[in-house]
């Protein structure tokens, strides 16, 4: 990282946009309505942001639509698509600066995280499904010799992303690479608490040749915006990532709808195993701190139950307490900074009331628990002990560094105590026995398990919940299933 830079410099001399991106152009809500964008680090007003709202769902999807049925990106060759795609991900690459620094004012997230991971991350996603597009064949089905069947996957039309805060960018680019490269429209939403480095794509994505009316951004609310793209007759797919909450309204907006498409990426409560045969207990109980209290414990993945056998619980439990007290809560402008502010007020007290509610129902609280003094939104990396499964804060996802401690007496109690949850997002378990690995693995109810590590992964491998986390799949060539159409043409050739 380069540690000269001085991020408040570059803060303040940065020009933050807040319109709308539809039709290649950047523009007002319809209604000239904006909102306040607020650092949650400082309380100060980044910018005043398109308030998008009915009216403007219905332009941009309009102008999606026109888009797609035109075939300028829809049935334009996968190779050049691949091409316009590649050097999006490189304008995302060479802006790096920017777009992290957009991201950490916006919702607080350490400027080391932003130039580390959300950035290369988000780049090397939108350049994986580039790469990948103009290399896959579609099926022949084996008929009799009378007929041809040919089995196409065709892009759906228009789809809008509705994304959350937590990853703005990373998250958007989940979504944004399989949709442009399977030749769809797009209209983003970010998070109202987030919008900036979206808004910033729009302007990069016309630079990288993506044509005018295939890509959207608008910016607003979730209850004007993101339900006016649920419930719009004309939107062919939604790609969601957020609470199982709001999730569940746009299985209800496409019921009172179109029936539209509805790909869910929801929350989690996941289960990190540690049981007494791990190979290492001390890169065990780290990566166990680093599972909750990364990104301030806002991760749909988090491990954000430790769920250890009894015999070495109490010895995880003080190097995991050891590892959270040395992390540097604080500014997130400052590059030694690993846990940053909140995303908001409102997250703030939402995570308090969470540990208040782990301390009455008896909980022990071992580390933190409090609101760091001073201006701003950041809360000390905390951990309770002698956590049940039944107490609030095991069942409830805090969506902050709150890490619950539950004893287990063997695996098989591990494994139940891990799947009584009505989520299913992550797991893992830390044993040296193969074959405990793969009992645990596969008695897990959740779309990834992790074996001796802790939210590993790869843009090849994908990701997603079982449960009430959602269903459909992120990354990988699974992800194009959610944004194509399955066609037969059956071609009847007679004797
Ligand atoms: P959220 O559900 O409040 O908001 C997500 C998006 O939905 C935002 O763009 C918001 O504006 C929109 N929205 C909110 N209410 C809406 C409504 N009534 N109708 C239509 N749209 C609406 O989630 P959040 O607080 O932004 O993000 C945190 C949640 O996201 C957590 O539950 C977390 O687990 C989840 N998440 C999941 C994954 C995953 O891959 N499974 C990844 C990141 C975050």
């Known amino acids: 990282m380069p540690a000269t830079i ?20 950047y523009v007002p809500a319809r209604s000239g309505k904006t909102f306040d964008c607020v650092n949650p680090a400082t309380g100060k007003v980044l910018a005043q942001v398109a308030a998008c709202d009915v009216e403007d769902v219905n332009h941009a999807v309009a102008v999606a639509r026109q888009a797609f049925e035109s075939g300028v990106w829809s049935r334009m060759a996968p190779r050049e698509r691949k091409k316009r795609l590649a050097a999006f991900a ?13 991201e950490t004012l916006d919702m607080g997230k350490p400027i080391r995280d932003s130039l580390a991971v959300d950035l290369p991350l988000s780049a090397q996603c939108i350049d994986w499904y580039a790469e990948a597009i103009d290399k896959l064949y579609d099926e022949i089905a084996p008929t009799a010799s009378t007929a041809v069947s040919l089995i196409r996957r065709e892009p759906l039309g228009v789809v809008a992303a509705v994304v959350p805060w937590n990853f703005p960018l990373l998250m958007a680019a989940w979504k944004l690479g399989p949709i442009l490269a399977a030749g769809n429209s797009v ?42 793209l649920g419930l719009h007759m004309d939107v062919d797919a ?3 990532t957020g609470s199982t909450e709001v ?32 190979p290492d207990l001390d890169a065990a109980a780290t990566a166990a701190a680093w599972g909750i209290f990364y990104n301030q414990g806002e991760v749909c993945n988090a491990g954000s139950r430790l769920i250890v056998e009894r015999g070495v619980k109490d010895e995880v439990v003080e190097k995991v307490v050891a590892v959270g007290s040395a992390i540097k809560v604080g500014d997130p402008l400052d590059p030694a900074t690993e846990m940053g502010a909140m995303v908001d007020g409102r997250q703030t007290e939402r995570v308090l009331e969470y540990i208040a509610k782990g301390k009455a129902e008896g909980a022990t609280l071992r580390l933190g628990g409090n609101r760091v003094a001073g201006e701003g939104c950041f809360i000390e990396a ?12 095991a069942r409830e996802e805090i969506f902050g560094p709150v890490l619950a401690t539950i004893a287990a007496a063997d695996v098989d109690e591990a494994i139940r105590i891990g799947n009584d949850t009505s989520y299913g997002l992550a797991a893992a378990v830390w044993t040296r026995d193969i074959n405990t690995a793969f009992k645990a693995s596969s008695a897990l109810r959740a779309g990834v398990v992790w074996v001796n590590c802790f939210d590993h992964g790869d843009i090849s491998s994908p990701f997603g919940g079982f449960k009430q986390s959602g269903f459909g799949r992120d990354k990988s060539l699974h992800a194009l299933e959610k944004y194509t159409e399955l066609k037969a043409t059956w071609i009847h050739l007679g004797q």
């Open 90 to 102: 490189d304008l995302i690459a060479s802006n790096t600066e920017e777009l992290a620094l957009l």
């Open 238 to 240: 939604v790609a969601f």
């Open 247 to 278: 999730g569940k309204y746009f299985l209800q907006y496409s019921g009172q709808s179109n029936m539209k498409r509805v790909g869910l990426e929801c929350g989690g409560k996941s289960p990190n195993i540690i049981l007494a045969d791990a």
């Open 382 to 393: 905390t951990l309770f002990d002698d956590v049940t499964s039944g107490m609030t804060i």
């Open 187 to 228: 209209i983003l939403k970010p998070a109202e608490q987030s919008p900036l480095t979206a808004i910033r794509l729009g302007e990069l994505a016309a630079q990288a040749g993506i044509p005018d009316g295939v890509f959207n951004v608008l910016p607003g609310f979730g209850e004007t915006a993101g339900r006016a």
């Open 6 to 25: 001085d991020w408040h410099a570059r803060a303040a001399a940065l020009s933050v946009n807040g319109s709308a991106f539809v039709n290649g152009r």
